[in-house]
Nanobody
């Protein structure tokens, strides 16, 4: 099993930046796929970014060029650097890992971008 603890959410002004962190209880050596999802009120949870294998990354069109996903294997921590934030980015953000063919989720961290 994997436990995920998220941090870094908050209230920011449009155009600002924020970095989210997700610390895993298990070494990244045993985790194949990691990513960030978000869910805004009235909308389905959507994929924001994923990171796999040798730091290969993929982003949703809506955030590409503004967000950067990364990880620190020594700290077993994944990050989401969010720049040029827009009000449309307002959502609860969840980190996710796939381990032993199961999905594990963080508790969520709220990001609110004011206009």
């Amino acid at each position: 099993q994997v436990q995920l603890v998220e941090s870094g959410g908050g209230l920011v002004q449009a155009g600002g930046s924020l970095r989210l962190s997700c610390a895993a209880s298990r070494s990244f050596f045993s985790i194949n796929v990691m990513g960030w999802y978000r869910q805004a009120p009235g909308k389905q949870r959507e994929l924001v970014a994923i990171i796999t294998g040798g730091d290969n990354t993929k982003y949703a069109v809506s955030v590409k060029g503004r967000f950067t996903i990364s990880r620190d294997n020594a700290k077993n921590t994944m990050y989401l650097q969010m720049n040029s934030l827009k009000p449309e980015d307002t959502a609860a953000y969840y980190c996710n890992v796939v381990y032993d063919m199961m999905n594990y989720w963080g508790q969520g961290t709220q990001v609110t971008v004011s206009s």
